[in-house]
């Protein structure tokens, strides 16, 4: 035992770096910087962050000024976007839909990431009959198409922006949890935890201090991916007339509100439209380069060589 000990002891330290040299904070950006795809869905991502941070500093107008003398205007210096069907300053809806659009999805992956991985973890730790009771509930609940049931929940519960939420936050978690799942199965057996376990740290040392830690960066890679779904669930939602309601700017609610005058005013539609398909692709590439990144399993040359095919 002396000796099964002081070879699990002397393991330690080459496991830990293994798994945590993947996502070391000084690098991340660098190696994200360097991948064409990855620096533009970041500048994406930035950009419009940035525009739903600073919304009420760059709207030229206030995003609920009706003028119905200046209804479905052109582009001017005055309008650079031109009105909608009531007038409104069309630039300033959409900066004030990203606050919307990006908020509500950033809170609901926050809230989504918590569940996931609390439930993952339990599943994948202590394993038995609560493991295959989560995951039956995972499985049940990935059986359905996602849309589906979004739309069964809002449509029950009602409109508005709290059952949108309440509908995301129900769903989404399980991609979470299957994942962390996988990952503690295969984590919980690896040298560093049986050498903690064995020198007497319990469940909640080993679950919050050694296999945590190295489930986080697939987790920011899912994130990053799963953001993009959310904001067009988000969107779907407001396109049917169950997530914001007007005249809140939300760039669904925009889209179906604009729907009418396709063929008078098309760029009514095309502006959010516009803005959902650039965020979905800004989060998307960004995730793609994150997983190039922190995946452990690729070396230095095999990143080179998918940046090179990507590019």
Known sequence: MAAELSAERHSVPLEIEAAEGVARPGSLLRQLLGDRLART????????ALAALFAPLLAPHDPLAIDP????????????????????DTLSRVLFGARWSL???????????????FVGTLAGYYGGRLDALLMWVVDVLLAFPSLILYLAIVGTLGPGLRNVMIALIALSWVAYARVVRGLVLSMRERGFVRASRLLGAGDRRLMFRHILP??????????????????????A??????????PTPEWGTMVNESRLFLQTAPALMIWPGLAISLTVI?????????????????GPAARRGRRRRRT
């Open 41 to 48: 869905g970041l500048l994406i991502v930035s950009v419009f």
């Open 69 to 88: 003398l200046n209804r479905l205007a052109d582009p001017s210096r005055l309008h650079p976007l031109g009105t909608d069907q009531l007038g409104r």
């Open 103 to 117: 908020g509500t999805a950033a809170v609901a992956t926050v809230v989504v990431i918590a569940i996931g991985v």
């Open 214 to 235: 190295n489930v986080v960066p697939p987790v920011v890679i899912l994130a990053s991916l799963q953001m993009g779904g959310l904001i067009i669930a988000l969107a």
């Open 237 to 246: 939602l407001g396109f049917f007339g169950l997530g914001v309601q007007p």
């Open 282 to 298: 800004g989060f998307n590439l960004l995730g793609d380069g994150l997983r190039d990144v922190l995946d452990p399993r690729l």
